[in-house]
């Protein structure tokens, strides 16, 4: 059973995200281009009114100044300035790829991280595999959270890996409001 689903966005589609369980917490990631302040805020609201958790990447700034829950901080951020967040109930997440960043993420106060890829991905044929997975994960205290490649074929190998949730895109989008935070 997982805690918690964890789904990526690079732009806010209400029609999209209305249509998905709303257990499943939204993470919004736009690398490619400018954040805009008018979609943030809208993405925040509509997420807000489904009581449905929402996360921004890499900028704590916005996600302190337009109410998220947390700020999601990718692995190629080794900053260390997001603890002693003023704010209550506020999440700091983050992604790890190895044993070396499960400790900055550490360092970086995360609660949550996304430990990734566990299998094999179109955008990455490097991955760590449950064997590879379950070794980093036992390194650390922290929530984990798989990430990367997951399917309704090798959903049932990420139980092995005794995490608190999954994340991710495609499988999420193509099975949406079917997927939620029971046994699969």
Request: proline share 3%; glycine share 6%; charged share 25%.
């Amino acid at each position: 059973m997982f805690k918690s689903i964890y789904y990526y966005i690079d732009k806010f589609d209400k029609d999209e995200i209305y249509k998905l369980n709303k257990s499943i917490n939204i993470i919004y990631r736009n690398y490619s281009s400018r954040f805009n302040i008018n979609e943030v805020l809208q993405l925040v609201t509509f997420c807000k009114k489904q009581r449905r958790k929402v996360y921004i990447s890499n900028n704590l700034k916005l996600a302190l100044k337009f109410n998220f829950n947390g700020v999601y901080i990718p692995s190629f951020n080794k900053i260390l300035n997001f603890k002693n967040i003023p704010k209550k109930n506020f999440e700091v997440i983050g992604s790890a790829h190895n044993i070396k960043e499960v400790i900055n993420k550490e360092h970086q106060g995360c609660t949550k991280i996304f430990l990734c890829p566990i299998f094999k991905t179109n955008k990455n044929k490097n991955f760590l595999g449950v064997t590879k997975f379950n070794l980093i994960r036992l390194n650390t205290k922290r929530d984990i959270i798989s990430l990367g490649g997951i399917n309704q074929k090798n959903i049932k190998k990420v139980n092995l890996c005794s995490v608190k949730g999954v994340a991710g895109i495609s499988w999420i989008k193509k099975n949406g409001p079917s997927i939620n935070t029971g046994p699969f």
